[in-house]
């Protein structure tokens, strides 16, 4: 049985990593994705996150390869 599912398995995984990375890859899904992360962020802080501000603050650290970012990927 181990031999078998060894076979079968990239098969039936193929087809839903497709439909998972077109999925995110349409800009509508990253819009809402910000907005419905940047909302749960802002609930659920301990340190007072602001929707839209820390969340470009994080884009522009990140695309800027800040040593503030390259702190948080030490951690």
């Not at 990593?17 to 800009?27: C, H, K, N, Q, S």
Request: glycine residues 8%; negative net charge.
């Amino acid at each position: 049985m181990g031999t078998l599912h060894k076979m079968i398995d990239p098969f039936l995984h193929a087809p839903s990593a497709l439909i998972r990375e077109t999925a995110t890859m349409v800009p509508d899904f990253g819009i809402r994705n910000l907005i419905r992360d940047g909302g749960e962020a802002f609930l659920t802080s301990e340190h007072g996150f602001l929707p839209f501000i820390d969340q470009i603050w994080g884009m522009y650290q990140m695309a800027n390869n800040t040593e503030w970012y390259q702190r948080f990927l030490e951690q």
